[in-house]
């Protein structure tokens, strides 16, 4: 199979989808890696270590689309590159669809498959592909919040570890997976009072009996996020739905009884985020201001990190690339049903319901998608 991996054009997006070792691996199975020039700059890997890996650099990026049988990213293919793509060709990248019906829309009309990262599944019910940038956005998450907290930038001026005689910042997280638990850990190691929000009970016993006296835990009823969000400096969103919407946990109200100056971290903002006054950012223009409360709203936080993050996601892509190489997104999919999940589109038609109820859009099952 030729595997084709475009640079991402993305605003400050300096990840890239293949590293050389994952092109290595390919060409070891006996495909054809295709890599636009200069495509992994960003992360670090000049065209050099892809041409020692076997691959091939190409000029264009619309030499990579028009050659390639399966395009391997990292963001969601922009208008243009979405016009580049073809009926029977396969897109392995992050989609986000829920929030974004224009990139939808596009996908359906190109006839390609699509099968996004975000939705894939392990045997354990987590979201391996997804978890990589999860633990990376999770870390992350504290360092741009205190950033976002000096007045400089707007913000209350508080430093997050206090001082002897000055208390710290109160960080509150909304949301005790994988990037609420990372988020937690390091804004506790920079000595903030940090509480973590979740309804499942199960998850808030685990992160008591793991991390005991790191940071603390409370149930995520209406009446403690409110009364919790009132109180804090920097409050960090990690809610997520598989696939879906994410969830309106914050209000534009609840704004009103913040305190002037904190700071909002929305790291669910590819899935349209779990504020209600959240819009997504950039790197370059990160944070905005709404009602006296400053938010950091990055849609590609982990690019900010581009090399630890492409060498993450590449270490938990691989495989599975490779298997749809291997087999063709057919069979690859049919025998594993974890693969299967991460099917969104095919052939004009949208295989992910959640992403169809977000966008009140008609879907088929995963079977049905098989046979066309």
């Not at 994952?22 to 054809?32: L, R």
């Not at 009602?291 to 936080?301: E, F, P, R, S, T």
């Amino acid at each position: 199979m030729k595997i084709g991996c475009p640079k991402e054009i993305k605003p400050q997006e300096f990840r890239v989808g293949l590293t050389p070792h994952a092109a290595a691996e390919a060409v070891a199975n006996g495909h054809e890696v295709l890599v636009e020039t200069n495509a992994g700059v960003g992360s670090g890997f000049p065209d050099d270590d892809y041409i020692k890996a076997g691959a091939k650099i190409v000029p264009t990026a619309e030499d990579v689309f028009a050659e390639a049988e399966m395009i391997v990213k990292v963001k969601e293919p922009q208008a243009v590159e979405r016009k580049r793509l073809r009926e029977g060709q396969v897109l392995f990248t992050y989609l986000h669809l829920a929030p974004d019906p224009e990139q939808t829309k596009d996908l359906l009309e190109s006839g390609v498959t699509a099968i996004a990262y975000e939705t894939v599944t392990d045997r354990f019910g987590g979201l391996p592909l997804l978890a990589p940038m999860s633990e990376v956005a999770g870390k992350l998450a504290p360092q741009v919040g205190a950033w976002t907290l000096q007045k400089a930038n707007g913000g209350r001026g508080v430093l997050l570890g206090g001082v002897p005689g000055v208390g710290p910042a109160k960080v509150v997280v909304i949301g005790g997976g994988v990037v609420g638990t990372h988020a937690a850990r390091v804004a506790a190691g920079m000595g903030a009072e940090v509480t973590v929000l979740d309804r499942s009970l199960p998850r808030l016993r685990y992160l008591d009996d793991v991390f005991g006296r790191e940071f603390r835990t409370r149930y995520a009823s209406a009446g403690n996020n409110a009364e919790m969000v009132a109180e804090a400096d920097m409050v960090i969103g990690a809610v997520l739905v598989p696939g879906a919407a994410a969830p309106k946990l914050v209000t534009r109200e609840q704004l009103k009884t913040m305190k002037p100056g904190a700071a909002i971290v929305d790291v669910a903002i590819d899935q349209g985020g779990c504020f209600e006054t959240s819009r997504a950012t950039t790197h370059e223009k990160p944070i905005y201001e709404v009602d006296g409360i400053m938010h950091y709203c990055v849609a590609n936080m982990p690019g900010a990190v581009a090399r630890t993050s492409t060498i993450a996601l590449g270490n938990a892509t691989m495989p599975f690339m490779i298997a749809l190489a291997n087999k063709g997104w057919k069979k690859a999919c049919a025998e594993d049903a974890h693969l299967m999940a991460g099917l969104n589109v095919h052939a004009g038609k949208l295989t992910y319901e959640a992403v169809g109820v977000a966008l009140g859009l008609p879907t088929i099952s995963t079977d049905e998608a098989l046979k066309i």
